[in-house]
């Protein structure tokens, strides 16, 4: 029999399940308990809300682990869309775009296509990729549409021209650079001119090519006629070496301070330079080994001993003239590294090399000389330091026009003259052509005689009359100032 339970918060026509759980009922109004009751089932809570929410919260949340690994969207790099890609995609993208452009060659080039890839484009397409998504990432809505990226590519010059060449060979003829050479006859460097040739330019390619790829183009035009091309070496550049190089040749050479000691022959100096053409320059090189010969033989050039100086002083020690210059002795040191050296500095055109040399100071010697003239024996002497050096037969003043006798001095010279002069009659004399004279009293002098050879006998009209040889030896032996002693 199936029971009907009516009670709070139950349906009265409710049917006991089989399966209700059952609850001990207390006594109502006196009646018996009921032994048991089916129980109201609890009514299911609603979770299509909760499922919605989590559908929602997984969306949210992979939108934004999305929006920081992507790049943000209407970004354009390369004239290639990257938005909604992550870098490696954007990378991927960004070389295909760049390998796969053409280039169709119009005029001379017929037609040719030529690819990114036939003209070695490159561009450094994972740098500009993460560049795009550090600083356009799709989480932050600011930078969504942004400016277009430029490439930046760049066309391997080699693979460029080969492809070029290879597709144009008409436009292609080689220019000839300026070059410097030495001329042995005239002792110099001299330049021999460049001359043009014609080519298609790869930089112009290269911006035609960045300009079609960042405008998102897959292909575009380039002409294929021949344009100028320059020499590398032009003839400025030539002209400049030049002027350099023979700059150089006028003070290469090695030096012991201020004087060059070994100066270096253009001609050997030309053996040691050789220019070169480097990357569009004209570059000096040095052979080391050339120079290490020169360098073999300095030490004969340069070592010396020192040269003392020689003065001629007065009695009173007053310098009347330094008769022979001194010089400082000198010898060359450790030469082990002066041809490396030598050969470095002509390189950065630098042509005078200082020499490792210890120098010795020379001495003064001071000659007190002097000039006795002897009227009773006829016969002049040459005193220096107190002793007779030399002495000559010569004739002094007759009677009548005598030669002063006293203390005098030299006070001119002149090379060669002629002689006016009165005789003890009073009658005028003119001799010509005397040579030597050495004057020290007033028109007293010394002189060389030809009129006669009587020396030892007074025969002048007081001048110290002398052969060519002895007038010639005092001309050059007596500074100005020199004394003369004339004694009878």
Not at 44 to 71: C, D, E, F, H, P
Not at 120 to 147: C, H, I, K
Request: overall charge negative.
């Amino acid at each position: 029999m199936t029971d009907l339970i009516s009670g709070r918060n139950t349906d009265a026509t409710a049917v006991l399940s089989s399966d209700s759980p059952t609850v001990v009922q207390p006594p109502i109004d006196g009646e018996q308990p009921v032994e048991w009751a089916p129980m109201e089932p609890q009514p299911k809570r609603r979770r299509l809300g909760l499922w919605i929410g989590l559908g929602a919260g997984a969306l949210t949340l992979a939108a934004v682990g999305a929006s920081l690994i992507l790049i943000a969207p209407g970004t354009t790099v390369a004239g290639v869309s990257v938005g909604w890609m992550t870098p490696g995609m954007a990378a991927d993208a960004i070389s295909s775009r760049v390998a796969a452009t053409e280039v169709q060659l119009t005029g001379a080039g017929d037609d040719t296509r030529l690819s990114g890839a036939d003209l070695g484009a490159s561009v450094d397409a994972g740098v500009l990729a993460e560049q795009a998504f550090a600083e356009r990432p799709m989480w932050n809505l600011g930078t969504w549409m942004g400016d277009p990226v430029g490439a930046g590519l760049a066309l391997d010059a080699d693979a460029a021209e080969r492809a070029l060449r290879t597709a144009v060979p008409t436009s292609f003829v080689e220019p000839t650079d300026a070059t410097v050479v030495f001329d042995k006859d005239a002792a110099k460097y001299t330049a021999t001119p460049a001359e043009s040739g014609t080519g298609i330019s790869v930089d112009e390619l290269t911006t035609a090519f960045n300009t079609a790829v960042d405008n998102g183009e897959s292909s575009f035009s380039f002409s294929g006629d021949a344009t100028e091309v320059t020499p590398q070496i032009t003839d400025e550049k030539a002209a400049a070496a030049v002027e350099q190089l023979n700059g150089m040749l006028t003070r290469i050479g090695f030096y012991v301070g201020d004087e060059r000691t070994v100066p270096v022959a253009p001609a050997v100096a030309a053996t040691w330079l050789t220019v070169d053409a480097v990357d569009g320059e004209l570059e000096i090189t040095a052979d080391q080994a050339a120079i290490q010969t020169t360098v073999d033989t300095l030490a004969g050039a340069v070592n010396r001993a020192p040269v003392s100086a020689k003065t001629i002083v007065d009695s009173g020690g007053q310098v009347l003239r330094t008769e022979t210059e001194g010089v400082v002795g000198r010898e060359l040191g450790d030469t082990s590294d002066v041809a490396s050296g030598f050969a470095d500095a002509l390189e950065k055109g630098e042509a005078a090399f200082a020499l490792p040399v210890s120098e010795t100071p020379f001495e003064t010697v001071a000659v007190t000389r002097s000039l006795t003239v002897d009227i009773s024996d006829q016969r002049t002497y040459l005193i220096e330091n107190g002793k007779v050096v030399r002495s000559w037969l010569v004739s002094t003043g007759r009677p009548g026009t005598d030669t002063d006798l006293g203390h005098f001095r030299v006070n001119a010279h002149v090379r060669i003259q002629d002689m006016r002069g009165t005789n003890a009659d009073g009658s005028k004399y003119v001799t010509e052509d005397v040579p030597w004279v050495t004057y020290f009293n007033g028109d007293e002098a010394f002189h060389g005689t030809y009129w006669h050879n009587n020396y030892g006998t007074r025969m002048s009209h007081g001048c110290v009359n002398m052969t060519f040889d002895a007038a010639e030896t005092i001309y050059n032996l007596s500074p100005v100032g020199l004394e003369v002693w004339v004694r009878a």
